[in-house]
């Protein structure tokens, strides 16, 4: 099967080079109008043919990995390294991406899927699914290209072949990392296309802004993979790592973090280039960047270039990652200079109170959040180079610096679709702002009277802070856009004489992208409650024997028994305690700590009991070596819930705006496309 | 007169919830304050755990436990807390502090973040402004010189867009 996957992978690299030199030329040919011993659009085809074999050959590749996980063949150095035979079918499906290159061999073969439905959609509009097909396979030769020769998934183990491999780190036992990982990959990879779309409809000087049509579903698809993928590593850290946080502000973390913002930014900003011609420059730039920054992540995950906890994947393929970042970054310049003129806004904005304007700030601040994170996290690389003395940029960094303008942001989304288009009258402001800036000063003064206030310890505490803040500009902005749903609905309901929950559908359906949009925002202002409810997490640790008691807020655990259970894979310890609530007992958790048979590697399995006001999290964290007493470590953290429900309204707010609209409502707002070029389009070609 | 009372309404609506704010916010601020769990969420596990101190949760960890120690007889000793982030620096290294001090170089870590963004922020709004009156001048110059056809195309786009949406 080795040799099969290796061969596999060469199929795959000679059918992507081809696909991107076939291609390349052919569209050379067709944009020069030049003679050619071999028809052009012929030639196309036949790269975009070459393109869908080259999926098949990559998969055919991942299939062999997977293939010999399941049937332990311990020849494969990757297997040994990475499973063992008392390994669960899930975790071995799971080994495909625990380690450097298996994971990258997930990468080649998402883009050989993303790039395997382009090829086959390409009848939407040949020409630029051509150079976009073109481009997708560039850079599927870089991935092939590392796997064939920098980091061979199918490398032979040297020597005696083992019984049996090092296992899979057990960390990465763990439900979520069946699906964290794939999630966040496809958003990784996804991205590639939209940035393949526009760099491709920069190059053809693509007429009109279809590009932008075309490739929204695809941008919006591969957002939410991102996004899933994102807050599924934050609920892994949750409830494997074992430290009461979803988020340590980790490079590897900040690297997921910094595409995620940039293609927020661009899935904005980029309805100003469709609605009116603006911004046509930033857009291209915003999807080029948010490219760059996922080969940078890749580069931060891999390169070993800062300290990070997530050192399972590091190796040496940074310098590939580096040199075609910059390849592919000078071909972005190049690109630019050259088509330039193409980019000129056909509007500009009119006032710096307007609907536009708040589409430029709020692509303004989450720029700054990207770069506030970017520079974080290369700060200890930049010191180290500058002055010669490495510092830690850790969580304190982030709080004071990311959290003002993660709020700022916030309030953005509250204050943006409220004002209108081009410019805003004072009466206009007071009419739609009086709701939101009353429910702001009633909730901070809620906040402030139930015992959420800015201090702690009788000292200042700027997390209190911005707690109290973030819960006042939540409900502020929950309040703005339940007022834009109800103003809409309410008109539906006069005119049909539906009740206001059916005005409400019917309102969201007839224009599904802007009504998604605002239940996105809505998802997002109660993952913002929930993140702000870690200002006030609790927690208490103790040596517990058997009937020993622990308080905490308004629960006591006690301590009913200690077990111990083995299976192949691991041997476990349990803590059975009975949790207590008003004197009544309510139920019972059984933190566990697990010692892995084949590594020997302790890991914490934690017990959370979830309701929405809080979260009873309790660490078995193993037994005191002078005492032997076991030690049982709760947390009570307030409505991490909330973060996890927001999450699921985000992603139905995201299917709702991918849903077309019954009625198309804003189909007659489009700029016209200006005529297509008189060059022959490809056979078949839609401009 | 009618404006100036509305406008004098909104001002002492605002003052009241000002006051109201402040008013909450010094109940209760005369605790006593914890260096201690102040000082530990400034300082790293060195362990390798990449923690802040005060929140590593190994068992048997090497050297929280030390850290810790030294933090307390720190505080117990009346050293400054400049003082205790001093003794920790020269023990371990400045990567021992959770984030950059803020003298020397450090202190472009804490500065560029916002002298990006306000730069930025500079930049929009004076690009904005120059667009607005950019285009008042061109209205005014030359009102009658745009395509009709153009016109109503923006007017179609104003008309139904002015309610605002994506």
Same mark, same amino acid.
């Given at each position: 099967?080795?040799?099969?996957? &290796? ?12 696909? @991107? ?13 030049? *003679? ?40 494969? +150095? ?20 625990? %380690? ?51 980091? !061979? *998934? =199918?490398? @032979? ?17 763990? *439900? ?5 990982? $794939? ?16 760099? %491709? ?72 280039? #469709? ?36 050192? =399972? ?36 904005? #009119?006032?710096?109170? &307007?609907? #536009? ?46 959290? !003002? ?6 309030? /953005? ?25 009353? +429910?702001?000063?009633? +909730? ?41 749903? @109800? ?16 005005? +409400? ?51 006591? @655990? ?32 059984? $933190? ?29 964290? %193993? ?6 007493? *076991? ?23 995201? /299917?709702?705006? /991918? ?5 198309? &409502? ?22 | ?166």
């Amino acid at each position: 099967m080795a040799a099969f996957g &290796s061969f596999a992978l060469l199929i795959a690299l000679a059918l992507a080079a081809y696909n @991107l030199l076939a291609g390349a030329l052919a569209l050379r040919l067709i944009a020069t109008g030049q *003679p050619a011993a071999i028809s052009p659009e012929r030639l196309a085809d036949t790269a975009r043919r070459a393109g869908i074999a080259g999926f098949l050959a990559v998969i055919a590749a991942a299939f062999a990995l997977v293939w010999s996980v399941f049937a332990n063949d311990f020849s494969i +150095t990757y297997i040994m390294e990475h499973s063992n035979r008392a390994l669960p079918a899930a975790y071995k499906f799971a080994a495909l991406w625990s %380690g450097q290159e298996g994971s990258l061999l997930l990468w080649a073969s998402l883009l050989g899927i993303y790039g395997f439905v382009l090829r086959l959609t390409h009848k939407t509009d040949v020409k630029l699914y051509a150079y976009a097909g073109t481009i997708l396979a560039g850079i599927q030769v870089f991935f092939l290209s590392i796997l064939c020769f920098a980091a !061979p *998934p =199918f490398s @032979l183990y040297q020597g005696a072949i083992p019984d049996d491999g090092n296992g899979l780190n057990p960390l990465l036992q763990y *439900p979520e990392m069946v699906i964290h990982p $794939p999630m966040l990959y496809l958003g990784y990879v996804g991205f590639s296309v939209p940035f393949c779309f526009a760099l %491709g409809a920069l190059i053809m000087r693509y007429p009109g802004e279809k590009w932008i049509k075309v490739t929204r579903v695809w941008t919006m698809v591969t957002w939410l993979f991102l996004t899933a993928g994102i807050f599924l590593g934050m609920h892994w850290a949750y409830a494997v790592l074992g430290w009461g946080g979803y988020w340590g502000w980790d490079p590897v973390e900040n690297a997921s973090f910094m595409p995620w913002l940039t293609g927020t930014a661009f899935l904005h900003s980029v309805m100003m280039q #469709e609605k009116k011609g603006m911004m046509k420059s930033w857009n291209v730039w915003l999807i080029f960047s948010t490219f760059l920054l996922t080969l940078l992540g890749t580069l931060l995950t891999r390169a070993g270039l800062v300290s990070s906890v997530h050192a =399972f994947a590091q190796s040496s393929i940074g310098t590939w990652f580096v040199v075609f970042m910059g390849l592919v970054l000078a071909v972005c310049i190049f690109t630019y200079i050259l088509q330039r003129s193409h980019l000129q806004s056909e509007h500009h904005i #009119e006032s710096l109170v &307007s609907r #536009e304007s708040s589409f430029l700030f709020n692509n303004l601040v989450l720029l700054t959040a990207c770069f506030v994170i970017l520079w974080g996290t290369l700060f200890p690389v930049l010191s180290e180079y500058v002055v010669g003395n490495k510092v830690t940029v850790g969580a304190p960094f982030y709080n004071r610096v990311a959290i !003002p303008i993660g709020i700022f942001l916030l309030l /953005l989304t509250g204050v943006g679709p409220l004002l209108p288009w081009r410019a805003t009258s004072f009466k206009s402001i007071r009419r739609n702002f009086v709701l939101p800036v009353i +429910t702001f000063w009633a +909730t901070a003064i809620v906040c402030l009277a139930v015992g959420v206030r800015p201090w702690k310890d009788g000292a200042f505490d700027t997390g209190n802070f911005y707690a109290l803040v973030a819960f006042a500009v939540s409900v502020a902005v929950f309040t703005a856009i339940l007022s834009e749903f @109800l103003r809409g609905a309410g008109v539906i309901s006069r005119q049909t004489g539906k009740n206001l929950f059916l005005a +409400t559908w019917l309102l969201t359906r007839r224009n599904t992208r802007r009504y998604g949009g605002y239940i996105i925002h809505i998802g997002v202002v109660i993952v913002v409650i929930g993140l702000a409810g870690a200002a006030f997490n609790r927690n208490i640790e103790s040596e517990m024997a058997v009937h020993d008691k622990m308080s905490i807020g308004p629960y006591t @655990l006690e301590c009913v028994g200690f077990t111990q259970d083995s299976n192949l894979n691991y041997n476990s310890e349990y803590a059975l305690l009975d949790v207590y609530q008003g004197g009544k007992k309510q139920f019972q958790m059984s $933190p566990e700590k697990r010692v892995y048979l084949i590594t020997g590697q302790p890991q914490t399995m934690v017990a959370i009991h979830s309701v929405p006001s809080w979260d009873l999290y309790v660490v078995y964290e %193993g037994t005191n070596p002078d005492t032997g007493q *076991p030690i049982i470590k709760a947390f009570l953290n307030p409505l991490v819930g909330w973060i996890w429900a927001g999450l699921v309204i985000l992603v139905l707010g995201t /299917l709702v705006a /991918l849903v077309p609209s019954i009625s198309p &409502s804003t189909a007659s707002l489009r700029v016209p496309v200006r005529s297509a070029p008189t060059e022959p389009a490809l056979k078949g070609g839609h401009q | 007169m009618k404006a100036f009372r509305k406008f004098s309404f909104w001002m002492k609506t605002a003052q009241a919830a000002l006051l109201a704010t402040a008013v909450c916010f010094s109940l209760g601020a005369t605790d006593a304050g914890s260096r201690f769990n102040n000082l530990n969420h400034r300082l790293m596990c060195t362990c390798g755990c990449a923690e802040i101190l005060g929140e590593c949760n190994h068992v048997g960890c090497p050297n929280s436990t030390g850290e810790l120690n030294e933090l307390r007889d720190g505080i117990a000793n009346g050293q400054s807390d400049e003082e205790i982030l001093h003794t920790f620096i020269g023990k371990y290294g400045a990567i021992v502090l959770a984030a950059p001090t803020g003298h020397g170089f450090d202190l472009v870590a804490w500065i560029a973040p916002f002298a990006v963004f306000a730069a930025a922020l500079l930049g929009t709004i004076l690009l904005v402004r120059r667009w607005s009156v950019g285009k008042t001048v061109a209205a005014a110059a030359d009102p009658v010189t745009m395509d009709p056809a153009e016109r109503e195309r923006r007017e179609q786009i104003r008309r139904e867009t002015g309610d605002g949406g994506f």
